[in-house]
């Protein structure tokens, strides 16, 4: 370990969802962590209980309510917050940041900015000049150079009770990978690396697409063979529309791609699994989403690539189903015939 | 044929922002050149020895680099090349064999002793010998005979040839961010980096700097260019520095980095062409090349780790672009383009313009019109950030940075090779995205972008290279049609301009059959072939495909291909 007098900084965490927690909890074990959330009431109440979301918290964990204070005290922040609040988070801390910080953020969606009075399914077209991976949000929205993601397969609960796990570090700079490699890694968890960012982060979104339309297989009482044709497809699937929208087909068959892919569509502990499971099930998606706790990044990322997938004319069949399914009424038997019956062709063709 | 006389232009001149050519670093670097050459020598051996550092890996590169030199030797050789050199690559040849003879120790201290000779001849070819009386005398010259020229060309009067109407400035017309890049010439480093089409382009700017007041700047001028004694007059005298593009070994890029490196360091204001080369297809550049790029990136993080304080000096990136009717070499550009597409071959440098045939041009292009712009764009930091007046970088929302802080981890400057890599791409991105942004749109760019893209319309089914083979006498486009589109395109341009994307001539604007003739007049004037033409019934024709495809591609990357 070096020993250079500002390592002995806090690091940094935005956001104290599950994961932001986990992370938190983990960062902990090598070094003074701040952890930031933004309801002041949710600071002061873990600060006293040491507990959220039924983790208890490390003790070298500080709870903060101040972004101002947190990029003045840290070098290096993991942004953990859902999709949708990004970018406006972002806008908040980048008046504190500076180039020599890093950033490597852990959300898995992404970020649209439609015209005013617009919504996804309104616009006439959505591509890349609209849709943008959280790094690049970093990179609009502040003068941070130095970013890179997390992705992979993080099961929060698991993580908490110390089973074994991966995670990938991606990021175009050396230096970003083994900084957050030295801070995450430890004798329960593994840490990959990988050169290509938006890869990285475009595997991680899609996934959870294929996740949702998982829990709809198991919602309709279907095993395991129904299970791999839907993964091994759902991986060709993400290969084809990431590479439309700028990632390499390595990093789809990475720990960020088919590590998470595997776990996610087998855990029903996932949000993504529980809203595809209920939709089979037959409940509607509006009372789906009404009682969860946290963002199913997965809804808003099939309206998204949908519109995507128009554009850059890719074929994304699981995908065009399941919007068919939330947003027009088709039952998920409908859309589960409907790709039975499709005539596919051929197994790999992307290699 | 009949030119359209472009508005009389109201560039003023420009006071020198330093006094005596004593006081430019350029003067400076080359007063001490055999001190900065062994120093360059130096600092580029640590570097070799830093990316070869066991025995082996050394001795491996000097023997594939005199391999590789002996072949160039035998292969392609040029007029510039000195002539002692299959000497010298035998002597090195002979030595690197007796090394197997010898002690490790003898022998270690004998390979240490041939780098730095190898290293030592490829500073020396390097360096750049800037003589102030030379300077001064090209100055003097130049300007007397461009004016000259001018003048007698164009007041077809007896004794017309010694008045003094029509000056450069007529000609050649400089925009967009002038006052901040003599600002920023006061503040800090500049280190300029135009577009590249044409081998003229190097004396443009060269005229351009003297024109705005500017100490010379040192240039990367391509070795090549060396061969044409006229040119190598000029540049010899411009503080030039010579870049041999057939050298690709390690000692010889490595030094050459380091001579670009150590002169920014010292305050010495360069010249890059990023592209490396002349583009050969017209594209404005979207490849750039790193090497030389990255020493702007190198040299700043080296200026702030050796100087802890405030105040250090800070390196300036000013991106140029160079728009012009015509380009002399237009049809071996785009042959040579054609022939090579596709496939990442090495140009063969072809210069088949002596002294004699550039004069002559200089001749056609002083009298018969067709005007050359110059748009300077706004500085930019070795990030790529934006500068102001003062040279402060600022962010996307106008905030104040300090670029020491991206050189930083855990609060100290350090050096990171593979970020300053990184660094440089980023760079190379924004200059790129400058170049497009600042570029000026003709009229003979416009026309040959619509013409070109309307005929290709017409024959869906054949490929770029099928449709070029198409015989030109079967295409034709009627003039109504043509305007039509012409007007929609150039719409699309206005547009562009508003939005910050794009800027065009003032001569775009205004009736649009006006606008047409003054680019049809113009696109590639002096080709023996015209790109385009206007037939009897005014309709319009073309006799090279392959150079209006090249005058076309000026304007790609905008998007403007499906309005056609």
């Given at each position: 370990m070096t020993s250079k007098s500002s390592s002995d900084k806090p690091v940094g965490v935005i956001g104290a969802g599950n994961f932001g927690t986990v992370i938190a909890n983990i960062l902990a074990l090598n070094r003074n962590v701040l952890l930031y959330a933004r309801n002041e009431e949710l600071v002061r109440k873990i600060s006293q209980t040491r507990e959220n979301r039924g983790h208890s918290i490390h003790k070298n964990v500080t709870m903060t309510g101040s972004l101002e204070e947190l990029a003045q005290s840290c070098d290096v922040i993991f942004p953990m917050v859902p999709s949708a609040h990004f970018r406006e988070m972002m806008q908040k801390l980048s008046p504190f940041l500076h180039p020599y910080h890093i950033l490597i953020?852990?959300?898995?969606?992404?970020?649209?900015?439609?015209?005013?009075?617009?919504?996804?399914?309104?616009?006439?077209?959505?591509?890349?000049?609209?849709?943008?991976?959280?790094?690049?949000?970093?990179?609009?929205?502040?003068?941070?150079?130095?970013?890179?993601?997390?992705?992979?397969?993080?099961?929060?609960?698991?993580?908490?009770?110390?089973?074994?796990?991966?995670?990938?570090i991606a990021s175009h700079f050396q230096e970003v990978i083994q900084t957050g490699k030295r801070l995450l890694r430890t004798e329960r968890f593994q840490v990959y690396e990988n050169s290509d960012l938006v890869g990285v982060e475009i595997a991680g979104v899609l996934k959870n697409i294929i996740a949702?339309?998982?829990?709809?297989?198991?919602?309709?009482?279907?095993?395991?063979?129904?299970?791999?044709?839907?993964?091994?497809?759902?991986?060709?699937?993400?290969?084809?529309?990431?590479?439309?929208?700028?990632?390499?087909?390595?990093?789809?068959?990475?720990?960020a791609g088919i590590g998470d892919l595997v776990t996610t569509c087998n855990s029903p502990m996932s949000r993504n699994f529980t809203v595809g499971y209920r939709l089979a099930k037959g409940e509607k998606l509006k009372d789906i989403l009404e009682d969860m706790h946290e963002v199913a990044e997965g809804v808003n990322t099939i309206r998204i690539v949908k519109k995507c997938a128009d554009y850059y004319n890719v074929r994304a069949l699981i995908t065009e189903n399941l919007y068919k399914v939330l947003f027009e009424d088709l039952t998920v038997q409908e859309a589960l015939d409907y790709l039975m019956r499709y005539p596919l062709n051929m197994d790999i063709d992307f290699l | 044929m009949e030119i359209l006389e472009e508005k009389k232009n109201k560039n003023i001149g420009y006071e020198p922002i330093l006094e005596g050519i004593p006081d430019w670093p350029v003067y400076q670097l080359s007063k001490n050149r055999k001190e900065f050459v062994e120093e360059v020598t130096q600092k580029a051996i640590e570097q070799i020895r830093l990316l070869r550092p066991s025995r082996k890996q050394l001795i491996d590169e000097l023997e594939a680099t005199v391999f590789r030199e002996q072949n160039r030797l035998k292969r392609n050789r040029w007029r510039v090349d000195p002539r002692d050199e299959p000497r010298f690559w035998s002597h090195i040849k002979n030595e690197l064999i007796e090394l197997s003879n010898k002690t490790t120790e003898e022998a270690t201290r004998k390979e240490e002793a041939l780098l730095h000779e190898i290293v030592h001849r490829y500073a020396n070819e390097i360096a750049g010998n800037f003589k102030p009386s030379r300077y001064r005398f090209v100055r003097a010259i130049t300007k007397f005979w461009f004016v000259r020229l001018l003048n007698g060309a164009r007041v077809k009067k007896f004794g017309a040839i010694f008045r003094n109407q029509y000056t450069l400035r007529d000609k050649i017309h400089i925009v967009g961010k002038v006052k901040m890049l003599r600002e920023l010439a006061k503040k800090g480093t500049v280190v300029m980096v135009p577009t590249h089409f044409s081998n003229l382009d190097s004396i443009l700017i060269g005229w351009i700097i003297h024109s705005l007041g500017l100490p010379a700047f040192i240039y990367g001028a391509g070795l090549n260019l060396f061969n044409i004694s006229i040119f190598a007059y000029f540049m010899n005298s411009l503080g030039a520095y010579k870049v041999d593009r057939r050298k690709k070994n390690l000692p010889y890029l490595e030094t050459l980095k380091m001579y670009s490196n150590l002169a920014l360091q010292k305050g010495a204001h360069s010249i890059f062409f990023p592209g490396g080369t002349r583009s050969r297809s017209g594209l404005i550049e979207k490849q750039l090349k790193l090497g030389l790029l990255s020493t702007t990136v190198e040299a700043q993080r080296n200026l702030y780790l050796e100087n802890g304080g405030t105040d250090t000096r800070k390196i300036f990136v000013v991106p140029v672009t160079l728009n012009y009717h015509f380009v002399l070499e237009a049809p071996d550009l785009i042959e040579d383009y054609l022939q090579v597409k596709g496939q990442d071959r090495y140009f063969p440098e072809q210069d088949k313009y002596g002294s004699f045939t550039l004069i002559k041009f200089l001749f056609k292009f002083f009298t018969k019109g067709s005007s050359i712009s110059v748009s300077i764009g706004q500085g930019l930091d070795v990030m790529g950030n934006y500068v102001d007046d003062n040279g402060n970088s600022l962010d996307a929302h106008g905030r104040s940075i300090n670029p020491r802080e991206y050189f930083m981890t855990n609060g100290q400057v350090t050096a990171d090779k593979q970020r300053e890599n990184e660094y440089t791409r980023m760079l190379a991105a924004k200059i790129v995205s400058e170049y497009h942004r600042i570029n000026r749109v003709f009229a003979s760019h416009l026309v040959?972008?619509?013409?070109?893209?309307?005929?290709?319309?017409?024959?869906?089914?054949?490929?770029?290279?099928?449709?070029?083979?198409?015989?030109?006498?079967?295409?034709?486009?009627?003039?109504?049609?043509?305007?039509?589109?012409?007007?929609?395109?150039?719409?699309?341009i206005y547009r562009l301009k508003e939005k910050g994307k794009v800027y065009h001539a003032t001569h775009l604007k205004g009736d649009a059959d006006v606008v047409i003739r003054r680019g049809v007049d113009n696109v590639g004037i002096f080709h023996l072939k015209r790109p385009l033409l206007k037939n009897k019934k005014g309709n319009i024709v073309t006799q090279d495909l392959n150079v209006l495809y090249y005058y076309h591609n000026r304007l790609v990357g905008y998007d403007l291909e499906k309005l056609i």
């Open positions: 953020h852990g959300t898995k969606g992404f970020d649209i900015t439609l015209p005013k009075g617009e919504s996804i399914e309104s616009v006439k077209k959505l591509s890349r000049k609209e849709v943008k991976t959280m790094s690049e949000v970093i990179r609009e929205e502040s003068v941070v150079v130095r970013v890179g993601c997390l992705a992979g397969p993080n099961l929060a609960k698991e993580l908490s009770q110390r089973q074994p796990g991966a995670t990938v949702i339309a998982s829990g709809a297989l198991s919602g309709l009482g279907y095993g395991e063979n129904a299970k791999g044709l839907l993964v091994s497809r759902g991986a060709v699937e993400m290969v084809y529309m990431g590479r439309a929208l700028g990632g390499d087909t390595k990093a789809f068959l990475g720990v | 040959a972008f619509v013409a070109f893209e309307m005929w290709l319309r017409k024959y869906p089914k054949l490929d770029l290279f099928g449709f070029l083979r198409l015989p030109e006498e079967e295409l034709e486009i009627p003039y109504e049609e043509f305007r039509a589109t012409f007007k929609k395109v150039r719409k699309e």
